[in-house]
T-cell receptor, first 113, second 118 residues
Framework: GESVGLHLPTLSVQEGDNSIINCAYSNSASDYFIWYKQESGKGPQFIID?????DKRQGQRVTVLLNKTVKHLSLQIAATQPGDSAVYFCAERIADYGQNFVFGPGTRLSVLP | KAGVTQTPRYLIKTRGQQVTLSCSPI?????VSWYQQTPGQGLQFLFEYFSETQRNKGNFPGRFSGRQFSNSRSEMNVSTLELGDSALYLCASSKAAWQVLTNTGELFFGEGSRLTVL
């Protein structure tokens, strides 16, 4: 099943290169951010998260950077692999009571052989 | 452990009908959220339930409703279906409805229920 729109931003990278996916979020009061990966026909999968009191967090091959001044989030994937091809969404949690997340429009990452 | 389970995976309805979708969260997760995913609008928050109570609601008409049972399983219902309701409906569970300081808040998604309205 499709998970993307006709006009989804696309990033094409060579296998082995690093990828950087960007996201602008909307609410300066958002306290928590997550990057998700969605493959065709599947639900979104958690990649990495970051709280608003941090500006950088690293995982295995992935790094998330948060710039609260300009409300910008980025996901860096090191040594991109074919299995990384998917749509990537950033999500911000509105800092009220509950688990109300606002998702970005998504970016399609295509890894070229 | 088993992930989030959604049923049915696919269904086709006609305009005016109603539909009920089911979600079983990960064992121990008490918060269940529902999202609608369409090519045009992306992922949009519908509502969140915790301990059988709706905690948050997105900007959807009253035709969209939900509930949560004592075992944390959740259902959502869409009445008087419209063509624009065709979408992938995703359920996500997490450990708690809040605890900004004490948990990650990570949402675990199911595979979704794909609804087609003809």
């Amino acid at each position: 099943g499709e998970s993307v729109g006709l006009h989804l931003p696309t990033l094409s990278v060579q296998e082995g290169d690093n990828s950087i996916i960007n996201c602008a979020y909307s609410n300066s009061a958002s306290d928590y951010f997550i990057w998700y990966k969605q493959e065709s026909g599947k639900g979104p999968q958690f990649i990495i998260d970051i709280r608003s009191n941090m500006d950088k967090r690293q995982g295995q091959r992935v790094t998330v950077l948060l710039n609260k001044t300009v409300k910008h989030l980025s996901l860096q994937i090191a040594a991109t692999q074919p299995g990384d091809s998917a749509v990537y969404f950033c999500a911000e949690r509105i800092a009220d009571y509950g688990q109300n997340f606002v998702f970005g429009p998504g970016t399609r990452l295509s890894v070229l052989p | 452990k088993a992930g989030v389970t959604q049923t049915p995976r696919y269904l086709i309805k006609t305009r005016g009908q109603q539909v009920t979708l089911s979600c079983s969260p990960i064992s121990g997760h008490r918060s269940v959220s529902w999202y609608q995913q369409t090519p045009g609008q992306g992922l949009q928050f519908l509502f969140e339930y915790f301990s059988e109570t709706q905690r948050n609601k997105g900007n959807f008409p009253g035709r969209f409703s939900g509930r949560q049972f004592s075992n944390s399983r959740s259902e959502m219902n869409v009445s008087t279906l419209e063509l624009g309701d065709s979408a992938l409906y995703l359920c996500a569970s997490s450990k708690a409805a809040w605890q900004v300081l004490t948990n990650t808040g990570e949402l675990f998604f199911g595979e979704g229920s794909r609804l087609t309205v003809l």
